[in-house]
């Protein structure tokens, strides 16, 4: 059973940039897409980033796109968001997925296409 554990999550101010991190542990089997979601109080979990686990295509949702970058790194198991120009608005709890079962040529973009997340991590942005 793979486990993904996030951290770099923090208070910060507008316009600063934070990075986080998502490690991916147990039970090594395919992992297709690596996805950043998040949820801030009393909304739903909403799309962020996502990764081919193979590299190559990413996609964002229009919010972040320009200010936040998705990575990852095959050889530590990792994956990573890299957050710019943060606003007030960035606020939220972030969490990291993947999916494990086969996918089909379009990046998931929905939480339901995930099947496994971390517990999140906060990210507090002041104006």
């Known amino acids: 059973q793979v486990q993904l554990v996030e951290s770099g999550g923090g208070l910060v101010q507008a316009g600063d940039s934070l990075r986080l991190s998502c490690a991916a542990s147990?039970?090594?089997?395919?992992?297709?897409?690596v996805g950043w979601f998040r949820q801030a109080p009393g909304k739903e979990r909403e799309f962020v980033a996502a990764?081919?686990?193979?590299?190559?295509?990413?996609l964002y949702a229009d919010t972040v796109k320009g200010r936040f970058a998705i990575s990852r790194d095959n050889a530590k198991n990792t994956a990573a968001l890299q957050m710019n120009s943060l606003k007030p608005e960035d606020t939220a709890v972030y969490f990291c997925?993947?999916?494990?079962?086969?996918?089909?040529?379009?990046?998931?973009?929905?939480?339901?296409?995930?099947?496994?997340w971390g517990q999140g991590t906060q990210v507090t942005v002041s104006s």
């Open positions: 997925a993947l999916r494990v079962r086969p996918a089909g040529t379009t990046l998931p973009g929905t939480a339901l296409a995930y099947d496994v």
């Open positions: 990764m081919w686990w193979s590299g190559g295509s990413t």
């Open positions: 147990g039970r090594t089997f395919s992992r297709n897409a």
